[in-house]
């Protein structure tokens, strides 16, 4: 029939000027994504929820003010929440319903290492792949592996372990106890760090404790024994304040007979109340900054605007990545935003090509991703108690 | 099995499903476990995922791979429902480490095909070494265990479980024990915390005629589909044979069944190790489907879902382990925002079915109290149900002829109920 | 040597919770052949409630009160809190299941111990909280010759010590002592005998629940801290205790707790300290399968 074969020339025709006219980078304003998802995906619940549940909040403020921004063109971004609860076989699940709906642009996550490269190989062979930016898995093998959907926002082990290892000996360490928390992530952090230790020949002792140990005493006896002057705690657990109680209940204080190094998640100043002092004078590295800690008007900002949202003492429980969460968030969304729109979608492999290309604004002012996916110049921050507050010290490599 | 003839008329059809109404969980588990209902369920489950995509290719709605996948996920999880309800229901053995066998089938699977140790077994080689690693161990354990007392071999197969566990956390590096080193540097059995990845997946065709290409999603959930119903068909097979009917005797008053020359421990040992053997089967599927073996599968939580699915769906009783599985596996997913809630909800869930009702939705094995003392399980029968007024009723006449037999003590009017 | 003494000590004073608790979880089995899996968490629970006591008066000032009565405050809130619990869950969920098969109780127990430590971490904290223990306890370090021990690890010990020497008593010198004894070992006949058993078990719930707050109580000023998933693996390592003493038998728990806490601390001190659990699982299965009475107990009839 004649009508119907019109119309459809009509629309096809309609589709290519639209489709000229939004050709451009940039975003012009005239074109408005009809829906964009991104998912947070992350351990919410579940043995690591202490990590999880401040980056989830982090997410969803920044989504917050992303939208309250204007949003992408003026459509409003929804968030999606996929709890997977640190299994890889729950984040597949959850996955598959963002691989095939084209509306889900990319995920803030997964923060776990395992749960990533456990995932990964279906995000990249989804057709379009889904791109992720993560906030905290460190694992070398996220971005060596060549995976073109795979970002993120935090250090690498590989750059922690050393980094950390050299702040060590140049502080004089003779003999470093290197302990874990037997987790994906502090058992590949404190190989490196040993490692690294034994490259310049110090002798170290390891250790590792389960998640969730309350009582120290046989360790830190084996410590004192090994004659360790260096204790090095790699965890993002809450393990750190009970140890440090311990270790000075076994007559090492921190500064005077023995010295910490704890990682990520033991820059939280919250440890220094719950050691009840004991902390005063260790040390923490992370392979993230904390909002906190950082000097600069967009983070001290984002700190004050999320103790508003979610209550004066809500940073005690925020975990150590509830300002790389926010940051990740923002590098996906302005991606996102960069991206051309063509008949109101936006399409994922322009994100990727985005995200690999633009320079992001974030509170921890500019980030860019390199060719891996890593964020270029990403340093190890050092951080101090002091008084009852972390301080931030300086910035090292390794 | 029913001996009723095919209803044809709509009323005997009514009269019928009425019958097996009152007839009480036992008579709906006959009707349930009957070929004619299991045929159309397991093609009707097998025919799900080609509609999901039928219906995503027809229309706007996008869910199809993320359904499959939540199916896929409860077939798996009714397979260990059922292999736990062999264990538990039928032969009444608390094996609180039940979920360390299906770690163990990933693991053994994982290592003989990916790069772990270099194996790339095909699956016709890979199947046999899964079985024997899992047997060899549920013997390990069972042999001494199955002597113990029911709380002791929940305690030892709780034990067992975290022991495994620690292990396969541990042994990404060769043990340190006592200052010695056991094995050579770089000795990296199971990958520690990461787990082992890039696990090979089955080698099958990728595409079937008629159906033409098979993403990997559905491939397995077919899988898992097939082997739960080799499972159920084998379920049934057995309780209908010499071993089931051991079983029951067992359950139903173990000093009796050994008193007629029932081999106790060897029917206990053939339960503990058949359901071990079941739970590492599905674990070398799962390792293939998801192209990992975690430590995750190790965990105490994932024995306490699969109790709680048999315990809610009925103990003894197999369409309840499946139903237990769905009502466990599919909320989950579709309640997102209450996932901060789960724990919390599926505790208070167990508790009031075992305080209300123990026998759950559709078992067929009581636990619940006994009024009197003495025994220990009775199996709620359709027959068991008699209703005082239906007991005849005593005449006069014979009330006074026992009474003179009797003297004062008929006086009581309670005999004259 | 020092090593080997100092980590006894550690083991003593670790046993010595262990050994708190694992009175519990035999005072239960022996009364009502249950193994309660919630214990642990009414010990968990215990924890909690101490800590909010401590925090009410420590760092809000509601009323300046000396550290010392905080501390007793402390101490009854968390063992009549705990008795409570320990008593509300038979109620609510064991007795319905009294007379019914080994299996219900049993798995009933797993569902209490979920619903706790969801309840706990779902509505107080699921990170751990501080129990002020600074401002409450003297923080002395006492000195051996190179041993070192805090003082509140050895009012741990000496407390413990005194609890189970009391509990002794009660159970083994008053009349209500003997009618708990005569209720564990034949409940029927104690019925016949007179004694109020529901109230017998109801008491002996308190007494096991009363006894794991205490050790709530005494680990927060020990280590300053509570979480919510602190009663599972603890509880566990108590039971193992309970069962290698002997279960149903009040002195092996003791003694087991004690055994169970030094030979924790010898294996991780000197093997190794990744293993650590893994031996005190694999004493557990070994005392069960060459010795299922454990220590103490009698030999056990092979009842189904």
């Not at chain 1, 990533?116 to 057709?127: F, I, N, W």
């Not at chain 2, 736990?84 to 003989?112: E, P, W």
Request: net charge negative.
């Amino acid at each position: 029939m004649a009508q119907p074969r019109i119309f459809a020339l009509i629309a096809v025709a309609a589709v290519g000027l639209a489709a000229c006219g939004g050709g451009s980078t940039g975003g012009a304003a005239t074109n408005k994504p009809d829906k964009v998802q991104i998912a947070a995906e992350g351990p919410f619940t579940g043995d690591q929820a202490s990590i999880g549940a401040g980056a989830l909040k982090a997410i969803q403020l920044a989504v917050k003010d992303f939208n309250a921004a204007g949003g992408v063109n003026g459509t409003q971004v929804q968030l999606l929440i996929w709890d997977d609860q640190h299994s890889a076989q729950v984040a597949q699940t959850l996955q598959a319903a963002g691989i095939s709906d084209p509306t889900v642009l990319g995920i803030v996550g997964p923060m776990n290492s395992g749960v990533v490269l456990g995932s990964v190989t279906g995000l990249q062979s989804a057709s379009p792949p889904l791109p992720f930016v993560s906030e905290s898995a460190s694992n070398t093998k996220v971005t060596d592996s060549g995976w073109s959907v795979a970002h993120r926002v935090n250090a690498r082990d590989d750059a922690q372990g050393p980094a950390d290892a050299k702040f060590m000996i140049d502080q004089g360490a003779k003999k470093v106890e290197v302990m874990d928390a037997k987790s994906d992530y502090s058992t590949a952090l404190a190989d490196q760090t040993e490692t690294a230790l034994k490259a310049k020949s110090i002798p170290t002792q390891r250790d590792s404790v389960k998640a969730g140990t309350t009582d120290f005493s046989t360790i830190i006896t084996k410590i004192k024994s090994f004659g360790a002057d260096w204790v090095y705690f790699a965890d993002e657990g809450p393990e750190a304040a009970p140890f440090v109680s311990q270790l000075k209940q076994a007559n090492l204080t921190i500064g005077q007979n023995i010295n910490f190094l704890g990682t990520d998640g033991e820059e939280d100043s919250s440890i220094i109340t719950k050691s009840q002092g004991a902390y005063d004078g260790a040390y923490a590295t992370n392979i993230t900054a904390d909002p906190a800690g950082v000097s600069g008007s967009a983070a001290a900002a984002y700190v004050t605007e999320y103790k508003a949202a979610y209550g004066a003492d809500s940073l005690n429980s925020a975990g150590p990545f509830y300002g790389s969460a926010y940051e990740a968030a923002q590098a996906l969304l302005q991606a996102i935003k960069n991206s051309p729109v063509n008949n109101g979608k936006i399409s994922r492999a322009d994100v990727i090509s985005h995200l690999a290309s633009d320079t992001f604004t974030t509170i921890f002012g500019s980030v860019k991703f390199d060719s891996k996916g890593d964020v270029q110049g990403g340093g190890i921050y050092v951080y101090q108690a002091k008084g009852s507050n972390m301080v931030v010290l300086k910035q090292v490599s390794g | 099995m029913s001996a009723q003839p095919a209803p044809t008329h709509p009323i005997q059809t009514t009269h019928a499903l009425k019958r097996v109404w009152e007839s009480g969980p036992a008579g709906w588990n006959q009707a349930l476990t009957r070929p004619a209902v299991l045929v159309p369920f397991f093609v009707l489950a097998a025919v799900v995922p080609l509609v999901l995509q039928y219906v995503e290719d027809n229309s706007s709605w996008i869910g199809a791979q993320y359904w499959t996948l939540i199916l896929a996920n409860c077939a798996m999880y009714a397979c260990l429902a059922v292999a736990l309800n062999l264990v538990v229901g039928y032969a009444g053995l608390l094996n609180l480490g039940f979920i360390a066998f299906f770690g163990i089938g990933s693991y053994a699977y994982a290592l003989v095909a990916s790069d772990q140790l270099h194996q790339h077994y095909p699956l016709w080689a890979a199947l046999p070494v899964v079985v024997a690693v899992t047997l060899a161990f549920a013997l390990l354990v069972g042999v001494p265990a199955l002597r113990l007392r029911g709380d002791y071999l929940a305690i030892v197969t709780l034990g067992f479980g975290l022991i495994m566990r620690d292990l396969i956390l541990d042994l990404d590096r060769p043990p340190v024990l006592a200052g010695h080193q056991f094995g050579p540097d770089g000795l990296n059995l199971t990958g520690g915390t990461n787990g082992i990845h890039q696990v090979d997946p089955f080698k099958l065709p990728t595409s079937l005629p008629l159906l033409g290409p098979v993403p990997h999603f559905r491939m397995y959930y077919w899988i898992f589909i097939g082997f739960l119903a080799l499972t159920v068909y084998c379920m049934l097979r057995w309780r209908n044979s010499r071993t089931g009917r051991a079983w029951v005797a067992i359950r139903d008053d173990e000093l009796a069944a050994r008193a007629m020359g029932v081999n106790t421990f060897k029917y206990r040992l053939l339960a503990f190790a058949m359901s071990a053997v079941i739970a590492g089967i599905v674990g070398m599927i799962d390792a293939a489907f998801i192209f990992n073996a975690f430590p995750g599968n190790f965990d105490v939580q994932q024995t306490v879902m699969v109790f709680i699915m048999v315990i809610l769906g009925g103990l003894g009783s197999i369409p309840g382990a499946i139903l237990g599985a769905i009502l466990f596996t599919v909320p989950p997913f579709l309640l997102q925002q209450f996932v901060f809630y789960k724990y919390l909800i599926i505790s208070i869930v167990l508790i009031a079915t075992m305080v209300f009702r123990p026998e759950g939705l559709l078992g067929t094995v009581s636990i619940r109290p006994r009024k009197n003392l003495g025994g220990t399980l009775e199996l709620l029968t359709a027959e068991s149900t008699i209703e005082a007024s239906e007991l005849p009723a005593v005449t006069d006449a014979e009330a006074a002829d026992l009474e003179a037999a009797s003297g004062a003590i008929v006086d009581d009017p309670e005999w004259k109920q | 040597m020092g090593i080997f003494l100092q980590q006894l000590i550690n083991g003593l004073e670790l046993g010595s919770l262990y050994a708190l608790v694992a009175l519990g979880y035999t005072l239960i089995y022996g009364i009502l052949e249950m193994l309660n899996f919630a214990h642990g968490d009414v010990y968990m629970v215990g924890a909690f409630l101490a800590a909010g006591v401590a925090a009410l008066f420590v760092h809000n000032e509601v009323a300046a009160i000396p550290a010392g009565l905080v501390v007793g405050l402390m101490v009854v809130m968390a063992m009549g809190g705990a008795g409570l619990l320990g008593v509300g869950i038979e109620r609510v969920a064991y007795r319905p299941l009294r007379n019914a098969n080994r299996l219900a109780p049993l798995i009933t127990a797993i569902g209490v111990s979920l619903f706790l430590e969801s309840a706990v971490q779902v509505w107080v904290s699921p990170a751990p909280v501080l129990v002020p223990s600074n401002a409450l306890v003297p923080q002395t370090v006492l000195h051996l010759g190179g041993l070192t021990t805090p003082l509140t690890g050895l009012m741990l010990f000496v407390i413990a010590v005194a609890l189970m020497v009391a509990l002794d008593a009660f159970v083994f010198r008053t009349r209500f002592g003997s009618a708990m004894r005569a209720t564990a070992q034949d409940r029927e006949a104690a019925t016949f005998m007179g004694i109020d058993v529901d109230r017998v078990i109801l008491v002996t719930f308190f007494v096991a629940s009363a006894l794991a707050g205490m050790a709530g109580v005494l680990f927060g000023l020990w280590h300053a801290t509570a979480d919510f998933f602190m009663g599972y693996l603890l509880g566990i390592k108590a039971f193992t205790a309970a069962v290698i003493g002997g279960i149903g038998n009040i002195r092996g728990a003791m003694i087991g707790g004690l055994l169970l806490g030094v030979l924790e601390s010898l294996a991780g001190g000197f093997i190794s300290t990744q293993f650590q659990d893994t031996f005190v699982f694999l004493a557990l299965i070994t005392v069960l399968l060459i010795r299922p009475q454990g220590l103490f107990g009698q030999p056990l009839t092979d009842r189904a």
